[in-house]
T-cell receptor, first 110, second 110 residues
Framework: DSGVTQTPKHLITATGQRVTLRCSPRSGDLSVYWYQQSLDQGLQFLIHYYNGEERAKGNILERFSAQQFPDLHSELNLSSLELGDSALYFC?????????FGPGTRLTVL | ELKVEQNPLFLSMQEGKNYTIYCNYSTTSDRLYWYRQDPGKSLESLFVLLSNGAVKQEGRLMASLDTKARLSTLHITAAVHDLSATYFCAVGGYNYQLIWGAGTKLIIKP
């Protein structure tokens, strides 16, 4: 158990819908990273937040957005969902140079 | 743009044999990571390599880093079935985001 929690574990929804994925970092960690893992694109960095502020953006679509709240949990919002958004979404938090990953949310768009 | 290449992408081997997975990356970085992923599961941190010539070992796995050659290796000694998994290398990019290789699916046959 890495100490990073993510909810829900599974999410099934329809095209065009909007969903919110939630992540709580390890106690004391200020950073949250979001990654997407799909069969065709592999693992991709989406976005990084540090203590409530956005620090870096990767291959994140305009339909996706994220935020980090004062209690340091983070939410990834995915809207106007397409079939190709089906993937595993991981968040991670850092201790020094090491990144610890949550269990992931498996999103299926039908 | 930082790119990470792993090879081989698929490896089937017998128990007791040795083998090496290679990870090449395209631009300078001072952080190289190895992760293990079991099917449908999260990413488990194996090694973090932070300097040229770094070598780390854990059980039957040993990782090394040559920053001049931009190459890391993950060596498996006397493989056992429990090591069957997908292994990813990742390179630290700007702001600690991780840039991932495609992964090596390792199957170890009894």
């Amino acid at each position: 158990d890495s100490g990073v929690t993510q909810t829900p574990k599974h999410l099934i929804t329809a095209t065009g819908q909007r969903v919110t994925l939630r992540c709580s970092p390890r106690s004391g960690d200020l950073s949250v990273y979001w990654y997407q893992q799909s069969l065709d694109q592999g693992l991709q960095f989406l976005i990084h937040y540090y203590n409530g502020e956005e620090r870096a953006k990767g291959n994140i679509l305009e339909r996706f957005s994220a935020q980090q709240f004062p209690d340091l949990h983070s939410e990834l919002n995915l809207s106007s969902l397409e079939l190709g958004d089906s993937a595993l979404y991981f968040c991670a938090s850092t201790a020094g140079s090491e990144q610890f990953f949550g269990p992931g949310t498996r999103l299926t768009v039908l | 743009e930082l790119k990470v290449e792993q090879n081989p992408l698929f490896l089937s081997m017998q128990e007791g044999k040795n083998y090496t997975i290679y990870c090449n990356y395209s631009t300078t970085s001072d952080r190289l990571y190895w992760y293990r992923q079991d099917p449908g599961k999260s990413l488990e941190s194996l090694f973090v390599l932070l300097s040229n010539g770094a070598v780390k070992q854990e059980g039957r796995l040993m990782a090394s880093l040559d920053t001049k050659a931009r190459l890391s290796t993950l060596h498996i000694t006397a493989a056992v079935h429990d090591l069957s998994a997908t292994y990813f290398c990742a390179v630290g990019g700007y702001n600690y985001q991780l840039i991932w290789g495609a992964g090596t699916k390792l199957i170890i046959k009894p």
